[in-house]
């Protein structure tokens, strides 16, 4: 079953003095369940492109439906409310909020939704459990490690059971360690039926993957399947 589908996507970024083409002519398709990675050289489109799929850009030209329903025309209230019941979002930079602990940080996008606040607390324990970070529920983000802080990130995009978790660069600020712990825990969510893209300079990284999509000046260039 077919979760994404681009057809002849473009984006472009103007300034008074110059225009940018990002992405030029992306057409993809992304089966439910399926680990993709996107590889490609820095400035290749790549975080472009995974933003657009976040629904957290709009494309210039093209169609992307998601789930069977066009959402490149929707307006920024409609994208909100699709994306909090839907997508989950993994960054390098792990965007935990300081002032807030673990358990608080994950608990955010269930009070986003309206869960009730016992229900919150249970469900919170409970993913944190799973992803062994249980123990550090009251401490803050500056009191961890970084293969713990993004454990905690990991746990608040999956805390809503998003049908789609988009990573970028997951691992970018890791060691090797704790990165393959971060992709373990993803490879762990994918088979649980999960769809993951993955966007990562790392050859290793994108092996975990059971597609890879090469970039390269806005395009796809290669496509490699790995099972």
Same mark, same amino acid.
């Given at each position: 079953?077919?979760?994404?589908?681009?057809?002849?996507?473009? !984006?472009?970024?103007?300034?008074?003095?110059?225009?940018?083409?990002?992405?030029?002519?992306?057409?993809?398709?992304?089966? !439910? #369940? @399926?680990?993709?990675?996107?590889?490609?050289?820095?400035?290749? #489109?790549?975080?472009?492109?995974?933003?657009?799929?976040?629904?957290?850009?709009?494309?210039?030209?093209?169609?992307?439906?998601?789930?069977? $329903? @066009?959402?490149?025309?929707? %307006?920024? %209230? +409609?994208?909100?409310?699709?994306?909090?019941?839907?997508?989950?979002?993994?960054?390098?930079?792990?965007?935990?909020?300081?002032?807030?602990?673990?358990?608080?940080?994950? +608990?955010?996008? &269930?009070?986003?939704?309206?869960? !009730? !606040? @016992? +229900?919150?607390?249970?469900?919170?324990? =409970?993913? &944190? $459990?799973?992803?062994?970070?249980?123990?550090?529920?009251?401490?803050?983000?500056?009191?961890?490690? #970084?293969?713990?802080?993004?454990?905690? =990130?990991?746990?608040? =995009?999956?805390?809503?059971?998003?049908?789609?978790?988009?990573?970028?660069?997951?691992?970018?600020?890791?060691?090797?360690?704790?990165?393959?712990?971060?992709?373990?825990?993803?490879?762990?969510?994918?088979?649980?039926?999960?769809?993951?893209?993955?966007?990562?300079?790392?050859?290793?990284?994108?092996?975990?993957?059971?597609?890879? &999509?090469?970039?390269?000046?806005?395009?796809?260039?290669?496509?490699?399947?790995?099972?």
């Amino acid at each position: 079953m077919t979760m994404i589908n681009v057809e002849n996507i473009k !984006k472009t970024f103007a300034t008074d003095d110059v225009e940018t083409v990002a992405l030029n002519g992306i057409n993809l398709e992304v089966k !439910k #369940g @399926e680990f993709l990675a996107i590889m490609g050289p820095s400035g290749c #489109g790549k975080t472009t492109l995974l933003n657009i799929l976040g629904l957290l850009d709009n494309p210039s030209e093209g169609r992307y439906y998601l789930n069977g $329903k @066009e959402v490149s025309t929707l %307006k920024e %209230k +409609e994208l909100t409310s699709l994306r909090r019941g839907t997508i989950g979002f993994v960054f390098q930079s792990f965007n935990l909020i300081d002032e807030l602990n673990v358990q608080e940080n994950v +608990e955010l996008p &269930l009070t986003y939704i309206g869960v !009730k !606040k @016992e +229900e919150r607390r249970q469900r919170v324990s =409970a993913m &944190l $459990k799973k992803l062994n970070i249980g123990h550090r529920a009251m401490h803050y983000p500056h009191q961890l490690s #970084g293969g713990q802080q993004q454990r905690v =990130a990991i746990a608040r =995009a999956v805390i809503c059971n998003p049908d789609l978790i988009l990573a970028d660069e997951p691992t970018g600020n890791l060691d090797s360690q704790h990165g393959k712990e971060v992709l373990d825990l993803l490879q762990q969510l994918h088979e649980e039926g999960t769809t993951i893209i993955m966007v990562t300079h790392n050859q290793r990284d994108a092996l975990y993957a059971d597609r890879i &999509l090469n970039m390269f000046d806005g395009q796809i260039i290669a496509t490699d399947n790995m099972i």
